[in-house]
C-alpha cells in the first residue's frame, strides 16, 4: 500500500472528517461539480533520509491540505476535524502485510486561510483553509542486488 493510499483510507475512515466531508476527499485536484465541503490533499516534497551508507527506510513528506467550504464556520470545523484525524494518526499503522507504513510523527507546520471571491457575479464566495503537515514513515528500501 502506497503512503498516498494509506492516508486517504486513513482520512476517510474518520469518523468526525466523514460526517462533515463524506468521501469529498481528493488528491491533488477536486472535480469542478465537487459539493461543498471538500478537502484536497497533495504531497509538497517527499525526502527520504539517509545515513554513512545507505538509505535508512525512513522518510519524510510534507503535505498540504485545502479545506474547502461554503461558510467560514463550516471551513473551520473542518478543518478543526482534519487535523484531529492527522493527530491521531501519529505513531500509526497504515495498511498490513509487507506493505504495510508505520507513521512515527506528524507534525503541523503551517495554516492559513482566505475567502476565495465569487468570479460569477453572485455573492456566493467559497472559504479556504490551507494546512501543512509532515509525516515521518517508513519506506521500502530498494535492495541492490
Not at 41 to 50: E, V
Not at 56 to 85: H, P, W, Y
Not at 108 to 137: C, L, T, V
Request: net charge negative; proline share 4%; hydrophobic share 40%.
Amino acid at each position: 500500500m502506497s503512503f498516498e493510499s494509506a492516508l486517504y483510507t486513513e482520512l476517510i475512515d474518520h469518523a468526525a472528517l466523514l460526517t462533515l466531508v463524506s468521501n469529498r476527499v481528493y488528491q491533488e485536484i477536486a472535480p469542478t461539480n465537487a459539493a461543498l465541503p471538500y478537502i484536497t490533499w497533495q504531497i509538497i516534497s517527499d525526502i527520504p533520509t539517509g545515513h554513512l551508507v545507505a538509505e535508512s527506510g525512513i522518510a519524510k513528506k510534507m503535505v498540504q491540505f485545502d479545506c474547502f467550504a461554503a461558510t467560514d464556520a463550516s471551513c473551520n470545523a473542518v478543518e478543526d476535524a482534519l487535523r484531529d484525524a492527522i493527530d491521531g494518526l501519529a505513531a500509526a499503522t497504515m495498511g498490513t502485510g509487507v506493505e504495510t507504513i508505520y507513521l512515527r510523527s506528524c507534525r503541523k507546520h503551517n495554516s492559513f486561510q482566505r475567502m476565495i471571491p465569487p468570479s460569477d457575479g453572485s455573492q456566493k464566495a467559497i472559504y479556504r483553509r490551507m494546512a501543512e503537515y509532515s509525516f515521518w514513515h517508513t519506506e521500502t528500501v530498494p535492495s541492490l542486488a
